[in-house]
């Protein structure tokens, strides 16, 4: 029974493709809206593929277009990793789908209520939708039961030794959202790198008969080569992870602790500072950390997804 409202902001992007596919097999959601952001690649990029993401899977969800760049800052994109169109350069099938005619703020907002505060907020990609909704709607927080980010990490950063992509992009609009007192939880790179796909494993689900084998293939071989002009020998994909733990929570072990965001550090912009020894006594614990991941649970979670599609 599709009883649980969700939204999934996004900045498509290779693993954010396998994050909506998944999200689209799961027979619980009920997707209100994708909603578009820039971060992997530029507005007009992330918008045409999260249409086409749409049109392949046909999925019924609200696509609306939001923030062009962050809050206060230049946008930085990450070609390299995701390739100039974003999906690794494969092309997906055009399509004919409209935009809605609202801003991805407008349409968090109008599914919140509607949802009456059952709405979960997933967001994969730059927070700066969820800033300007949380800054627009100034009772957003009543009608929202809980946002799962991926971003973040309780160790080293992926843009440099401490910025998570998603949070350095735009760290004003983490800050924001973390401040927001909507519970949250932050699925980072402490977990998503665990929870990286080896060879091996890689092979295994490719082996799973599904229709789109070919984009897949052809994204997974794309995102390979990224990781190994970085010198990793496996792919991590992280989005899809914090879709997993909404649809298994089991997938992940979170504990609640105080999260800042470095706004403005000079070594450690977008940092997510957790308070991992509970030094600050006075200070809320405003988000569940993910700090383990059942590995072998996620790959599975991703072999039933592409058994969906067959
Ligand atoms: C995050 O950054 C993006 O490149 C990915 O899509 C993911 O959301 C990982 O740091
Ligand atoms: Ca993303």
């Not at 578009?36 to 507005?43: H, K």
């Not at 092309?91 to 709405?119: C, F, H, N």
């Not at 979170?254 to 200070?283: F, Q």
């Amino acid at each position: 029974m599709k009883n649980i409202p969700i939204i999934v902001d996004t900045d498509p992007g290779i693993d954010d493709f396998f994050a909506i596919m998944l999200a689209n097999s799961h027979d619980q959601f009920d997707i209100k809206a994708i909603t578009t952001v820039a971060g992997n690649q530029v507005l007009e990029k992330t918008t045409e593929n999260a249409l086409k993401i749409a049109e392949l899977f046909k999925m019924k969800a609200r696509i609306a277009k939001g923030a062009e760049g962050p809050i206060n800052c230049e946008l930085r994109t990450a070609g390299n990793i995701h390739g100039n169109n974003g999906l690794g350069d494969v092309m997906l099938p055009d399509t004919t789908r409209k935009l809605d005619k609202d801003y991805a703020w407008d349409v968090i907002y109008q599914e919140a209520v509607k949802s009456e505060g059952k709405l979960q907020l997933i967001a994969i990609g730059p927070l700066t939708n969820v800033a300007i909704a949380l800054l627009k709607y100034s009772d957003l927080h009543k009608y929202i039961d809980k946002i799962v980010i991926m971003g973040g990490s309780t160790e080293s950063g992926n843009r440099d030794a401490y910025g998570e992509f998603n949070i350095w992009v735009d760290p004003i609009a983490a800050d924001i959202v973390f401040k927001s007192g909507i519970p949250l939880t932050m699925v980072g790179l402490n977990v998503t790198m665990k929870a990286g796909i080896i060879p091996q494993q890689l092979d295994e689900l490719l082996s799973v008969t599904c229709k789109f084998d070919t984009q897949i293939r052809q994204l997974f071989t794309f995102l390979q080569k990224s990781y190994a002009q970085v010198g990793y020998s496996f792919i991590a994909i992280h989005d899809a992870l914090a879709i997993a733990y909404v649809m298994q929570q089991e997938v992940l072990k979170c504990k609640p602790y105080y999260v800042a965001v470095e706004t403005r550090g000079r070594h450690s912009r977008g940092r997510t500072v957790v308070d991992l020894d509970r030094s600050h006594k006075t200070k809320a614990l405003n988000a569940h950390v993910a700090i383990d991941v059942d590995k072998e649970m996620f790959i599975k979670i991703l072999k039933d997804m592409l058994k969906y599609y067959n």
